[in-house]
């Protein structure tokens, strides 16, 4: 039975609005990031917003984490599984390597050359959009997955939403991604604490011309807002 989603009207709203902006040919793609405890909500609202989505994405390419022994490519490779990959851009041992096969070549690739083919393996899936890429728990992300990720996030054209979701994290490399995500123009960012109702503070877009955020509406993405005095 569907379960049905109460409150967060803004952060539907917000999502619904970059939707519209990557339905209606932005130049790039539109960054969302909900990171919280675990059970506040992050799920349901993904999911909640996506079957509200006007007009249905085209695609939907949805992956995340293994829970035991996360791989190189991990987001990648749950995205292919599954998948015809015939006609993919990308040469057959490198797109064995990034999804996984069991008989996947034991060569190393350049990382750098790696990335470039992933990203390129991910834009002909999305194709010409409008596209959604989920990409749920990122704090357990491996980092070729975390490098990707932020790779697509700036990466110009790609006619996608790049909905992410994750926990706080103290990791170096995750926060440098959340940062880095957050720092994307045409983004908003939200955090869900674990006590109390749930709050979804604005994290303010970087301006492309350099314009500063609001007085008294800045606050670092991930955080939580500040406790309320009680009594």
Same mark, same amino acid.
């Given at each position: 039975?569907?379960v #049905?989603?109460?409150g967060?009207?803004?952060?539907? &709203?917000?999502?619904?609005?970059?939707?519209?902006? /990557?339905?209606?040919?932005? #130049?790039?793609?539109?960054v969302?990031?909900?990171?919280?405890?675990?059970? /506040?909500?992050?799920?349901?609202?993904?999911?909640?917003? @996506?079957?509200? +989505?006007?007009?249905? !994405?085209?695609?939907? +390419?949805?992956?995340?984490?293994?829970?035991?022994?996360?791989?190189?490519?991990?987001?990648? &490779?749950?995205?292919?599984?599954?998948?015809?990959?015939?006609? +993919?851009? &990308?040469?057959?041992?490198?797109l064995a390597? @990034?999804?996984?096969?069991?008989?996947?070549?034991?060569?190393?690739?350049?990382?750098?050359?790696?990335?470039?083919?992933?990203?390129?393996?991910?834009?002909? =899936?999305?194709?010409?959009?409008?596209?959604? @890429? @989920?990409?749920?728990?990122?704090?357990? =992300?491996?980092?070729?997955?975390?490098?990707?990720?932020?790779?697509?996030?700036?990466?110009?054209?790609?006619?996608? =939403? +790049?909905?992410v979701?994750?926990?706080?994290?103290?990791? !170096? =490399?995750?926060?440098?991604?959340?940062?880095?995500? /957050?720092? #994307? !123009?045409?983004?908003?960012?939200?955090?869900?604490?674990?006590?109390?109702?749930?709050?979804?503070?604005?994290?303010?877009?970087?301006?492309t011309?350099?314009?500063?955020?609001?007085?008294?509406?800045?606050?670092?993405?991930?955080?939580?807002p500040?406790?309320?005095?009680?009594?």
């Amino acid at each position: 039975m569907p379960v #049905t989603l109460v409150g967060r009207t803004r952060e539907r &709203a917000e999502l619904a609005a970059a939707w519209a902006a /990557t339905a209606g040919g932005a #130049t790039g793609p539109q960054v969302a990031v909900l990171t919280g405890d675990p059970g /506040t909500g992050k799920s349901a609202l993904v999911a909640t917003a @996506l079957a509200a +989505l006007d007009p249905a !994405p085209v695609t939907v +390419l949805h992956g995340q984490a293994r829970i035991h022994s996360p791989a190189p490519y991990d987001w990648l &490779a749950a995205v292919l599984s599954g998948r015809d990959t015939r006609g +993919l851009p &990308a040469p057959a041992p490198a797109l064995a390597w @990034l999804a996984q096969h069991d008989a996947a070549p034991v060569e190393r690739f350049a990382p750098g050359a790696l990335l470039r083919v992933a990203s390129r393996v991910v834009r002909a =899936l999305a194709g010409s959009g409008p596209a959604v @890429l @989920l990409v749920e728990d990122l704090h357990a =992300l491996d980092p070729a997955s975390l490098n990707l990720v932020g790779d697509l996030a700036a990466a110009p054209g790609l006619p996608a =939403l +790049l909905l992410v979701t994750s926990r706080p994290s103290a990791d !170096p =490399l995750v926060a440098r991604t959340l940062a880095r995500l /957050t720092g #994307t !123009p045409g983004r908003f960012a939200s955090t869900s604490g674990r006590s109390g109702p749930p709050t979804s503070p604005r994290c303010w877009p970087r301006s492309t011309r350099g314009a500063r955020s609001p007085p008294g509406r800045r606050r670092r993405c991930g955080t939580a807002p500040p406790a309320t005095p009680t009594g």
